[in-house]
Structure formats: C-alpha cells, structure tokens
C-alpha cells in the first residue's frame, strides 16, 4: 500500500511535466514574450505621482500636423460694359458712322428777316456740326432735327429763324457742315437737348447735351474721319455719267461784288468752273447753288449768291443737251483760316449725285 503511494505520488509531477512539454512543443512556431509582465497593485503614493490623463495623452499623442491652406483659383474679375461719359455743350457724340456736336446755344437767338414772333413763344438757336465720319451718304438738313427741353418738349425747326442756317447737303465720307438751326419754344422752356436723325422720316439718331461742360471735365472730339480720294488737281476735266466738271481758277481771298457784305472772322473766296453735258440723254440744268466748297479740314460751304461779279448763268427752262458747257464763278463765305480744297456741283436738286474736282495745283 505503502508502494502503490508513492508511486502514484511520482506518476502525477511526472504527467504534469508531459503536459507541459508537450504545450511547448506544439506552440514552438509562434513567438511568444520571452518575459512575464509585472503587474503592479496601485498604492496610494503611486495614484499621487501618476500624470494626469491630459499628461498621458500629451505624452503619447503625437503633435497633429499643420493642415495646409487649399489654394483657390484665382477670381478673375468681370470685364465691365463701358459706360459712355457724360456729355456737354461743345462735346461730340458719334454712332452709326456719323457725328454731331452743338457749339453753342443763342437763348433767345436774334431772329433773321423770314421770321415773325409769335407771343408766348421764343426763337432760340443751336449752333451745330453735323459730320460724317465713316458712314453711308448723310443728309445734312435742318428739318431733321429736334430740340428738347427740360420737361422732355419736343420742338421742330424753325426753317430761316436764324441767319446763317446749316446748308442742306449731301455729306460724303469725311465731309462736314457747320451752321445755326432755329427752333420756336415755349417763352419758359429750358433747352435741354439736340436731337437729329439721320433722316427727316426717322431712322437712327444721335443726341447732343445742351448742358455748359463743368471746369473741370475734358472736351471730347471727334474720332478721325475716313476720305473719299479726290485723284483730280486744277485744270482737270472730270467726266462721270455723262456729264463733266472742271476748276480752272481760284481766288483766295476774291474781289467781292457788289451785294456781298463780309462777314466777321470769314472771307470770300471764288472758283472759276466749266460744267457741260459731254453725252447724257438728260439735259444738264445749270444753277450756282448747285456748286458746294470742301476745305481741307471737310468742312462744305454753299454758294454766295452775287458773291462775286461774273457768277455762272442759270439754264432756267432747259439744261444743256449733249455737247454743251457752260463756264463762270461761284463764290463761298469761309473762315479766315479754312483752305479751299475740293469744288462739287451736284447734278441735280437734291438728287446726291456729285462731280468732285480738286483744287490743288
């Protein structure tokens, strides 16, 4: 019994060292720690000396790195429509190829001899250019413009108001033509604006502020025009439809006639032309007024009746019919300091068809 103890006594280490053994064995191909933690209870002196939980975080939070501004696309600004600049008396405005400008204002105008005044009403003038700088044939013609006043009244022509009235012409590339245009206005009413379309039946317009320019705002001119190439110099004979003009003189300043009065600041000049009918069907009527004058500048000035002795006939019934000319002076009021340029004779009344002849030598 005795025996039967001790061994049984021997058999259970021996077993339990198997079993170890064994464990060991089968876990050989991992790794395991080669040290038992140590596991320490907390003591009242260890809770003091512990860090604090915003301690411990600090110490294993590493520092989050900086975030990096995003670059944003660059914001292009918006291009802005240009906005036109405020316009005064003097100033030029453009649009649709043609000019115009109001110079000066006569409020009340001194009335010419055609005109009679109606009570309640005044006659006031706008003295204007009307230009055209790149456009189709312009029509130059009192009646086509308006005045408005203050209140928006609007105020048609009045035709022969005033002494030295804008001409009624055709105007080419290039071409200008400066004058008075009258209007009859309410007694109370206050100028405001000029109107004038580029026809007496409507159409495109332009509009020239009445208003005095400030001190300090700047003039603005008018754009550079575009020409018409004028290929003839004095002397030459320039055919066209049939029909032919030529210069042969011009007299810079002229001897005046008897019925012409000077004016200030403006002198007389003549042109002797030839006009004649070389092979058209339609006979050509001759009339002085129907010869216009371009400076250098593209001003155009009508005909001085009577301005100089010697003035070109009028065919008053019948035109010259093929074969024929006719020869004599025109003469035109200009300023002192304009330069005769180009002479035109239109070949017929109001009918836009032109013959240009320069007058250089």
């Known amino acids: 019994m005795q025996i039967r103890s001790a061994s049984r006594v021997l058999v259970l280490p021996l077993f339990a060292l198997v079993v170890v053994l064994v464990t060991s064995l089968a876990c050989g191909g991992s790794t395991s720690p080669t040290?038992?933690?140590?596991?320490?209870?907390?003591?009242p002196e260890m809770a003091a000396?512990?860090?604090?939980?915003?301690?411990?975080?600090?110490?294993?939070?590493?520092?989050?790195?900086?975030?990096?501004?995003?670059?944003?696309?660059?914001?292009?600004?918006?291009?802005?429509?240009?906005?036109a600049p405020k316009t005064y008396l003097?100033?030029?405005?453009?649009?649709?190829?043609?000019?115009?400008?109001?110079n000066e204002v006569e409020n009340p105008a001194k009335p010419g001899l055609l005109y009679q005044a109606e009570a309640g009403k005044k006659l006031v003038a706008v003295d204007v250019v009307i230009?055209?700088?790149?456009?189709?044939?312009?029509?130059?013609?009192p009646l086509n413009a308006q005045l408005i006043d203050k209140e928006g009244l609007t105020f048609t022509a009045e035709l022969g108001g005033r002494d030295g009235q804008v001409q009624t012409v055709t105007l080419f590339k290039g071409e200008r033509v400066r004058g008075w245009i009258a209007f009859e206005i309410d007694e109370n009413s206050v100028p405001a604006k000029l109107k004038y379309s580029a026809s007496m039946f409507g159409g495109a317009s332009l509009e020239a502020n009445l208003e005095a320019r400030p001190a300090d705002a700047k003039p603005?001119?008018?754009?550079?025009?575009?020409?018409?190439?004028?290929?003839?110099?004095?002397?030459?004979?320039?055919?066209?439809?049939?029909?032919?003009?030529?210069?042969s003189?011009?007299?810079?300043?002229?001897?005046?006639?008897?019925?012409?009065?000077?004016?200030?600041?403006?002198?007389?000049?003549?042109?002797?032309?030839?006009?004649?009918n070389v092979s058209a069907e339609t006979p050509l009527r001759v009339n002085p007024l129907?010869?216009?004058?371009?400076?250098?500048?593209?001003?155009?000035?009508?005909?001085?009746?009577?301005?100089?002795?010697?003035?070109?006939?009028?065919?008053?019934?019948?035109?010259?019919?093929p074969g024929q000319k006719m020869k004599g002076w025109v003469a035109f009021e200009i300023p002192k300091d304009a330069t005769p340029a180009v002479i035109k004779y239109e070949l017929g009344a109001f009918s836009g068809a032109f013959?240009?002849?320069?007058?250089?030598?």
């Open 35 to 43: 040290s038992t933690p140590t596991v320490k209870t907390a003591t």
């Open 355 to 361: 013959l240009s002849a320069g007058l250089a030598e």
């Open 290 to 321: 129907s010869a216009y004058l371009v400076d250098t500048n593209g001003y155009i000035y009508g005909t001085e009746l009577g301005g100089r002795d010697g003035q070109i006939d009028t065919t008053l019934n019948e035109g010259l019919p």
């Open 249 to 276: 003189k011009v007299e810079d300043p002229t001897k005046p006639g008897i019925l012409y009065k000077a004016a200030v600041d403006y002198k007389l000049v003549a042109v002797e032309i030839t006009v004649g």
């Open 49 to 83: 000396s512990a860090p604090t939980s915003a301690t411990k975080s600090e110490a294993k939070t590493e520092a989050a790195p900086t975030q990096q501004p995003v670059e944003q696309p660059t914001e292009q600004p918006t291009e802005q429509p240009a906005v």
């Open 90 to 102: 003097g100033d030029s405005v453009e649009g649709g190829g043609y000019g115009l400008a109001a």
């Open 131 to 141: 230009y055209n700088l790149s456009g189709e044939p312009l029509s130059a013609n």
């Open 220 to 247: 603005i001119e008018f754009s550079a025009a575009e020409t018409t190439p004028i290929n003839s110099k004095l002397g030459d004979v320039v055919e066209q439809d049939g029909y032919s003009l030529s210069a």
